[in-house]
């Protein structure tokens, strides 16, 4: 048994479900009419008589998720049965993996560095959607939906790892990441739902589940409440007793609904409908093929080969899209430069337009020449902004935009020189402040001169000019 050394123990289930077009067994889709009951069929509904068909491209995505979590692979593919008597499952049993899973022994490391153990990745079918109409306290009676029935989940199973609720959330973020990259899960419509195990050590580690809790701020709100109830409970000599506790998000409480059950519970046999199959080194090699540059892999190449700060770098990382977008760039302009921009002034206009960078119509092209521009000082960084936020509306030449708009920066010396001039003598109060101590007053006198030159101009260049005029 694992000895624990911190106040609080966690460790995730995690239940994803893999972005593919029909379910696990059968060939009804994953996606479509939300009618209650309408993409379901004689498999899905665990009719008498009714035999699964598997899912190869599903497991192919959970291979794929094996390898990035670097966990061992089985050579071979065995399902079982889960037995339990619930109205999610039909069947009366969960198509699940237990004695075998698809991958053990993995490893994930959070952005504080510290790695947490992965124990198994397994491939299961989903259970039916239950509605409770009042809620799950109060409601008199429940609806069952078996659209998503059968839909392909991966589970991923945490070793206790995790010390804080923080390093919980931090855990599923980094999690999201890697799914994004490998391309298996869709971020904008997917299920990801995670129970948690947690324990305090005034407890001697009396371990408490909180079922299928919904988002990275719902999991690190329910697991702070439940850290605190339970060291209350400990506090007012009350015992904790081994259960399975819901997460209820608006009144922000957990509260029991049965005393856990243990592995032994579910009675797991074979599922003699599936054939074994054998997971090949030809079957594996395939896949690797396909698979990308991890996100933890580019924020090093990044630090090590661009030179560029490691919080620009796990930024930029965090995006395939964008980190992909940052690697053409960084090789024709300034690595800090393309950093920078596509860091704040990208991400700032994706995220105003709620667009991604494949929705927005942006590309490698558009950046290089932008920043190209602005690396020569030939257009200024506010000049910039204004071409990156018309950009996101309708791609265009750069180069040919900036010439036909007369947006090129105004560096003839001499003009610069007039202009500034010309703020001076129109802002008397403001000098006058300036040579009284008053620093910021050159700025106003600087924001005179950027007007006159329609933004064109370097506000270095002209705080300089100003600056040698005024003494």
Known sequence: MKKFTSDIVIGLEIHTELNTNTKLFCGCPTKGSEEP???TCVTCLGMPGSKPVLNKKAVEFALKLCMALNCEISPELVFSRKSYFYPDMAKNYQISQYEIPLGKKGKLRLGSGKEIGITRVHMEEDPASL?????MKESAYVLVDYNRSGNPLVEIVTEPDLASPDEARDFMKQLIIVLSYIEIFDVNEGIIKADAN????????????????????EIELALMHEVNRQQNEIKNNKQIHQETRAWDSEKGVTFSIRKKETEEDYGYIIDTDLVIIDITE????????????????KVRKFVEKYRIKRDDAEIIASDRQLAEMFEKVAEKVDPNLAAKW???ELVRVLNY??????ESGINERHMIDLLGLIEKKKITDAVGQQIIEKLIEKPFDVNEYVKKEKLEAVSDFSELEKYCKEAIAENPKAVEDYKKGEAKALNFIVGSVMKKTKGKATPKEVNDIILRLIK
């Open 198 to 217: 947690i324990s305090v050590k005034e407890s001697g580690y009396t371990r408490v589940e909180i079922k299928n809790i919904t988002g990275f701020k």
């Open 37 to 39: 009951n309408t993409r």
């Open 353 to 358: 337009n709620k667009k991604e960078i494949s």
């Open 282 to 297: 030809k079957w594996l090699n395939e896949i690797k093929k396909h698979m990308p540059e991890l996100a933890q892999d």
């Open 131 to 135: 509605v409770h109409p009042a809620g």
């Open 342 to 344: 596509l860091r704040r």
